[in-house]
C-alpha cells in the first residue's frame, strides 16, 4: 500500500445548495469534478492521508475577523459557515498535530471579504483563511502567521483584515490589478503605520507562466519566509492562475501548481478561486494533495498540456525579476518604514471606496488607526453602504499594548450613538465583542 511521507488531512465541501446561479463559474461542480477525480485515483486509499469533515463556525468565530453588518445571519447562509468550518477543521487537525498539514476543499471562498463586510463582494462574503488565523491565534496561542495568497486575483480582503497587524504576514502573488478585478494589490501597498512591509503585494503580468511563479517563490516569498520565522504557513491556494482559467490571462500549470506548494510547505491550505472546473482543477488539487503528502506528482498532467506553448516571454520575466527587487527592497525597509509612519499616538486617517460587486452596494469607509511601536495600534471605522446602514467599527487587536487598550474603549464609549446605526467593539485581547 502506498504511504505518504507527511500525514496530511483533507476536507472536502462542494457546498451544493449555495451558488450565485447555476451557470456562474463559482458553483458546486468546482469541487465536485476533483472529488471525483481524487476517488478515481485512489487517493483515500493511501495510508496517512485522512478525510475530515467540516465544522459550523461559530459568530464567536466570525467576529474575531468581522464585523458583519448588520449581523453575521444577513450577510452568510449554512453553506458559508460549513466553508468556514471546513478550514478551522483542518487547522484543529494541524494544531493537535493529527496530521502534519492539510488542506480544505471547501466553497464558497472567502479571500475578497474584509475586516467590515456588509454582503458579497467578488464571490465571497466572510474571510476562511482570516476567521481560521483568528481561531488558531485565540484557541492556540500562536503569534506569527504568515499567508501566501497565490490566487489570481488579489487577496484583497485578507490583505484589509491584517493590514494594521505586524505578526501576520501576508503575501499575495496575483495578476496585475491594471487587468483584473479588484483592481488593487500594487507593490507600494505595504501595510498600515505600525505594520509597515508586513503586507507584500506582488503584481504579475498577464502571460506569466510557471517559471515566472516559480521564480518569486524562490526569490522573494521563501528568503522573506526564512527571515519572518513564522509559527504556521498558510496558504490561500486559489487556482484561477491557470492556463485554461476563463476568468484570467495567466499560464500556470498543474505541475507548477504542486512545485510551488513543495517549496512553500504550508501547513495549512484553503482553496480560494479557481473556475476552469474540467480543464484545470482536479489536476491541480490533485498535484496539491500530493505535494502536501510528499508523493511523486510528476504523474499529474493535464491531457491538452505543452509546456512550449505556455513559455513566458523575455520582457515578462523582466517585469517580474524587476518587482522581485523591488519588494525584497521594501521588505528590508520596514523597520525604517514604520519608524518614519507617524509619531506614537498620532491618529492617521484613511479614506476608502467599496464596491461590492455580487450584492451591489456601495460603501464609504474613514478609518482612524493609533500609532504605535509596541502593538499593530487600535482602529475605527465609520462605514457607511448604500444600501444599508451607517456604523461604526472599533478593533483592538490581539497584542494590543496597554495605551492602545485605552484608546480602543475611549473610542468605543465617545462615540455618538445618535450618529450611529449601530456601534461595534471588537476586543481581541479579551477575545470579546459588543455592540451598542
Not at 472529488?35 to 459550523?56: A, C, H, N, R
Not at 445571519?73 to 460549513?82: A, E
Request: aromatic fraction near 8%.
Amino acid at each position: 500500500m502506498l504511504q505518504a511521507l507527511h500525514k496530511t488531512g483533507l476536507v472536502f465541501f462542494p457546498a451544493f445548495d449555495w451558488a450565485i446561479d447555476p451557470t456562474h463559474p463559482e458553483r458546486e461542480e468546482r469541487l465536485l469534478y476533483t472529488q471525483d477525480q481524487v476517488t478515481e485515483e485512489g487517493v483515500f486509499d493511501i495510508s496517512g492521508i485522512i478525510e475530515y469533515k467540516p465544522e459550523l463556525v461559530t459568530n464567536q468565530d466570525i467576529r474575531r475577523a468581522h464585523f458583519c453588518v448588520p449581523d453575521e445571519k444577513t450577510v452568510t447562509t449554512q453553506s458559508h459557515l460549513i466553508s468556514a468550518g471546513g478550514a478551522k477543521a483542518i487547522a484543529d487537525a494541524v494544531l493537535n498535530k493529527e496530521v502534519k498539514n492539510g488542506f480544505a476543499l471547501v466553497r464558497p471562498p472567502g479571500h475578497h471579504s474584509m475586516r467590515i463586510s456588509h454582503g458579497g463582494r467578488g464571490f465571497c462574503h466572510i474571510n476562511m483563511e482570516a476567521i481560521m488565523v483568528e481561531y488558531i491565534r485565540s484557541q492556540y496561542g500562536i503569534k506569527k502567521i504568515a499567508v501566501i495568497d497565490t490566487d489570481c486575483h488579489h487577496g484583497d480582503g485578507t490583505n484589509d483584515i491584517f493590514w494594521h497587524d505586524p505578526d501576520v504576514l501576508f503575501i499575495s502573488l496575483h495578476q496585475d490589478g491594471r487587468t483584473l478585478y479588484p483592481g488593487s494589490g500594487f507593490p507600494d501597498e505595504l501595510g498600515g503605520p505600525n505594520a509597515k512591509g508586513s503586507n507584500l503585494n506582488i503584481p504579475l503580468p498577464p502571460g506569466t507562466s510557471t517559471e515566472g511563479y516559480l521564480y518569486v517563490i524562490r526569490n522573494c516569498v521563501l528568503p522573506i519566509l526564512k527571515e519572518f520565522q513564522p509559527d504556521l504557513i498558510v496558504n490561500s491556494a486559489g487556482q484561477d492562475n491557470h492556463y485554461t482559467d476563463p476568468l484570467t490571462n495567466m499560464n500556470f500549470s498543474a505541475q507548477g501548481y504542486a512545485k510551488l506548494t513543495s517549496l512553500l510547505k504550508p501547513d495549512i491550505a484553503v482553496l480560494e478561486g479557481g473556475y476552469s472546473i474540467e480543464g484545470a482543477l482536479p489536476y491541480v488539487n490533485l498535484g496539491i494533495i500530493l505535494a502536501m503528502a510528499g508523493l511523486d506528482y510528476s504523474g499529474v498532467v493535464e491531457p491538452d498540456y505543452n509546456p512550449e506553448r505556455l513559455k513566458q516571454s523575455v520582457s515578462i520575466t523582466d517585469k517580474i525579476k524587476k518587482t522581485t527587487d523591488l519588494i525584497n527592497s521594501y521588505w528590508n525597509q520596514r523597520d525604517k518604514l514604520r519608524q518614519r509612519a507617524g509619531s506614537v499616538g498620532d491618529l492617521q486617517v484613511r479614506h476608502r471606496e467599496i464596491f461590492y460587486d455580487t450584492d451591489n452596494i456601495f460603501e464609504r469607509q474613514k478609518e482612524k488607526v493609533r500609532v504605535c511601536r509596541d502593538c499593530g495600534g487600535c482602529f475605527e471605522i465609520d462605514s457607511t453602504a448604500t444600501p444599508g446602514p451607517h456604523i461604526l467599527a472599533v478593533h483592538i487587536p490581539i497584542n494590543a499594548c496597554k495605551s492602545c487598550i485605552e484608546a480602543g474603549y475611549r473610542f468605543f464609549d465617545q462615540a455618538d450613538k445618535s450618529k450611529f446605526d449601530k456601534v461595534f467593539l471588537q476586543d481581541r485581547t479579551k477575545d470579546t465583542y459588543e455592540i451598542k
